[in-house]
């Protein structure tokens, strides 16, 4: 999908290293000569620095690791489809989805569910009561774009992109792993249940 693509192997990844990796892929060559000499300071040819770069090399060990973890891939992404399957159909059939929203999938596309993500009422209140609950969730991410201090030199403020805030204020990423089990699926649908019902 277009000229070049972005992917992430951080640890917490659908294909994760032991530590911070990251590729790059891309049919043009330009590209492919431009982002080897910016990973590795700039460097063209060992000495001779044609450009400013930084120090984006990928270990070897990383790079092994990956590849051989790469081959269990597709079946991790299986695992993770199913899962997510599971939490939708059991929010739709415990009529919560008045209360809480799965992600949505549209018809074209076939995701691989790095995250699950609900939109769900209190946040916050629900997110310690799963805490309590033994049940980890995370925010991706809590803080839209637009209001991180890196960009308030773009002149935005609040209430510019409502919908953006007012997502960001209700998402919450439920545990979702290849090794997740039915039986804890539904142990988190039916705490949430429990307390949309409170
Ligand atoms: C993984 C991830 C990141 C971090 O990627 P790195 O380049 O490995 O730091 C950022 N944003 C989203 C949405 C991600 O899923």
Redesign the pocket.
Known sequence: MGLAGAF???P??NLGACG?A?AVTTSNELIADKIRMIRDHGQAKKYYHDMEGYNGRLDAIQAGLLRVKLKSLPGWNENRRRNAALYTALFADNGAFNTVLPPYVPEWTRPVF?LYIARVPRREKLQAYLNENGIGTGL?YPVPVHLQRAYAGKGYKENDYPISEKVASEILSLPMFPELTEEQIRFVVNKIKDFCAK
């Open positions: 992430s192997f951080y917490g990844k911070e990251g790095h991706h």
